[in-house]
């Protein structure tokens, strides 16, 4: 029965990995150039995230970008690094 139980265990953790990684790197968008993104256009896959918007949110993303992935790393673990933003 313990079997079990830490297999249940890691498949939470990979299934809430994804999610946590985009909370993570939206908040700390927020928190470095004060815009709010919405999740259904945050994209993680691999290390990279995928953004949808327009030009002027591109632009801040990249102005910003060396700033938004040192936080995120920061706050994710250790094998789940974003290394791109696109």
Not at 28 to 44: A, F, M, R, T
């Amino acid at each position: 029965m313990q079997k079990i139980s830490n297999l249940l265990e890691k498949f939470k953790k990979l299934l809430g990995s994804s999610v946590d990684s985009r909370r993570i790197f939206i908040d700390s968008v927020k928190n470095i150039i004060n815009i709010e993104l919405d999740p259904k256009s945050v994209e993680i896959k691999d290390v990279v995230a995928y953004i949808k918007g327009g030009s002027s949110l591109r632009n801040e993303l990249f102005f910003n970008k060396e700033r938004i992935l040192e936080n995120v790393n920061k706050l994710l673990p250790v094998g789940k690094k974003i290394k791109e933003i696109k």
